[in-house]
């Protein structure tokens, strides 16, 4: 059976990688290429690159920086950010990119979605969703980097996503991320039941554990981190090795 | 010089960039001149099958294709296409290989498509030469060719697929060695010695 991946995840701005906490305070934390063929040595399954520049400029930077990762890394890696049509799809594609994901422009035009699945297969779309538990007790899927709320409900959002031609969906709890507190497991559970399409697991994880049940309890098929391994607080290796160590198959 | 068949099949970058690291020359084709002149030829391939199928003969290189008696290796939907029949559009394929083509069928903990790292089990070709039993290959893939004498490698998601094919000088991966670390990189450099 397939093993469960552990996904490194570079924020980059203007070229040069960069973490969020809760995507407001960033931090400088280097070379995108370098840091990339690092986790990839380390034993990355993959790699996803999120361009956060605002600039035109930055953009370009970013698709040059494509095609440099795509030249130099040996693995599968997902590039992220702004991507809001069909032709930014294709750029992104034509550098050299695997897969991409979409987030805030599939809510605003889900046909979007059929439209890039259809010319690049589905194995290309990963459809990211941003989700804050409310106190109404419903996940509201959020845009802008949860900056505002939709009248989207999670689980219907992915089963929309899926049937639209979602090759993977990337789940992050707003109310989780940068928390290190570990993730929503029961949601990732019944997510894994609502749609057939692998499930990355993203934003919350703190320690082994927390990754140890996300791939467990909450049944996701990979989880993406950024700062528990920017930081050098566990390495990729390591981190493998625990798993493999509690009989989760993971790639080694 | 390798061949890389264009056919207008979504993302060729990778295959190139792969070869490219192994310092190999090759030219990305659809001219069947340059195609009979390579030493190697490979067939990628993402996406749909019927599509990439009807793809490949509008460029009308599948006789010379199948009359090629040089190595010759489809990658993922180039391997697909290189079998009877796929259930993706319902679509008569090469033929080279005996095998039929079918969908995954999703279950509570087999998720489609087939995405990841996967173990190579029951290698029996030179393609694999060096490569342990067990060694992890990355593949992403909603059909998979069922288990048949031409099967050179398995894999299981589920029940057991092949992984990889061989019919004479044809061969064909489900995985993609150009995304599959150093064991991909191996088996790219094994097919580039045959």
Redesign the interface.
């Known amino acids: ?5 552990i996904i490194p995840c570079l924020d980059v701005k203007d070229g040069r990688t960069v973490k969020g906490i809760n995507f407001e305070q960033l931090r400088d934390v280097g070379s995108p290429v370098e840091l990339g063929k690092f986790y ?1 040595r380390e034993g990355a ?1 993959e790699l996803v690159y999120l361009d956060i520049s605002a600039s035109a400029e930055g953009r370009r930077t970013f698709t040059s920086l494509v095609e440099q990762i ?3 890394i ?3 890696f997902t590039v992220g950010g702004g991507i809001s049509s069909l032709d930014d799809a294709s750029r992104l ?6 897969k991409i994901t979409l987030n805030t422009a599939a809510v605003a035009d889900p046909a979007l979605i059929d439209r890039i699945a259809t ?6 779309v990963v459809i990211a969703i941003d989700a804050r538990l409310e106190e109404d007790g419903i996940w509201h899927v959020t845009t802008h980097g949860g900056r505002r709320s939709t009248d989207l409900e999670l689980f219907s959002w992915a089963r929309e996503a899926e049937s639209r031609g979602a ?2 969906i990337l789940f992050t709890s707003m109310n989780h991320d940068g928390t290190r507190q570990g993730y929503p497991c029961e949601a990732f559970a019944r997510l ?2 609502e749609v ?4 990355i697991a993203s934003g919350g994880a703190g320690s082994v554990d927390d990754i140890v049940r996300v791939l467990t309890e909450g ?1 996701a ?2 989880a993406l981190a950024a700062s528990i391994f920017h930081y050098g607080e566990i390495s990729i290796r390591d981190l493998k090795r625990q798993l493999s160590d509690k009989n989760i198959k993971v ?2 | 010089m390798i061949a890389i068949i264009d056919y207008k099949t ?2 060729l ?2 295959v190139e ?2 070869l ?2 192994l310092g190999a020359e090759f030219r990305l084709t659809a001219d069947p001149e340059e195609i009979r002149d390579a030493t190697h030829v490979i067939l990628p391939g ?3 099958a019927s599509e990439a199928m009807a793809n490949l003969r509008e460029t009308g290189l599948v006789p010379s294709l199948l009359r090629l008696r040089k190595p010759v290796l489809g990658i993922c939907v180039g391997m697909q296409i290189m079998c009877r029949h796929s259930e993706e559009g319902d679509v008569e394929c090469m033929g080279i290989f005996d095998a039929f083509v079918k969908k995954f069928v ?1 279950a ?11 173990n190579l089990s029951n290698l029996e070709s030179k393609l694999f030469r060096g490569i342990d039993s067990g060694a ?1 290959v ?5 059909y998979y060719a069922g288990l048949c004498p031409d099967t050179i490698a398995t894999a ?3 029940e057991m697929f092949s992984a990889a094919l061989k019919y004479e000088n044809f061969y064909g991966v489900q995985f ?1 060695p ?5 064991v ?2 191996r088996i790219i450099k094994n097919f580039i010695e045959l």
Not at chain 1, 1 to 5: F, I, S
Not at chain 1, 196 to 199: A, L, Q
Not at chain 2, 138 to 142: A, D, G, T, W
């Open positions: 059976m397939v093993a469960k991946r990839a399954d795509s030249h130099e040996n693995i599968p594609l034509n550098a050299g990119a695997d010319r690049y297969g589905r194995q290309f090759g993977e894994s039941e057939s399409v692998p499930i049944r098929d990979a790639a080694l | 979504g993302n970058r990778s960039n792969a490219y690291r993402v996406g749909n999703a509570p903990d087999l998720k489609v498509p087939h995405t990841g790292w996967n992890f990355y593949f992403v893939h909603s299981r998601q589920g993609h150009e995304k599959s670390g150093a991909g990189e």
